[in-house]
């Protein structure tokens, strides 16, 4: 059974979800957080993501939806070697800057909503509906 990743935030957002590595490293941008040349290495490291692996939504406009997928969230494939080297140089900088992350690993992310060799974007099992026993 494969292994999924995720590496979130320990504290919820204004919103009380957990925003994931990617998120907080460009949150930290967004709010001008960064020093210039943390900036700048966030940009190069986005851009060589972006080409080298397809943003979810672009395939599944709805993956991230909060009425037809409420919650959903990405995951890694523990097998996806450089994406999880990639996302380490970004907890790197969320360490170096003091935002609190943590690793979550499953084997059952909830329902996906969308798969490739590196990801899946997956809505959590709600209890009671997704609970497994009678």
Do not use: K
Request: some cysteine.
């Amino acid at each position: 059974m494969p292994t999924f990743i995720r590496f979130q935030s320990i504290d919820p957002n204004r919103r009380g979800t957990f925003p994931g590595v990617f998120a907080l490293v460009n949150g930290l941008v967004q709010d001008g957080r960064l020093p210039p040349e943390d900036a700048a290495w966030v940009r190069r490291a986005n851009d060589r993501a972006n080409r080298a692996y397809v943003d979810p939504s672009t395939v599944v406009t709805s993956c991230y939806d909060p009425v037809a997928n409420p919650g959903a969230r990405s995951w890694f494939r523990a097998s996806a070697a450089e994406l999880l080297l990639l996302a380490g140089e970004y907890l790197d900088l969320l360490e170096r800057h003091g935002v609190g992350w943590v690793e979550l690993r499953t084997s059952t992310p909830g329902r996906l909503v969308y798969e490739d060799d590196v990801q899946v974007v997956a809505v959590p099992h709600a209890y009671p509906d997704d609970w497994p026993f009678a």
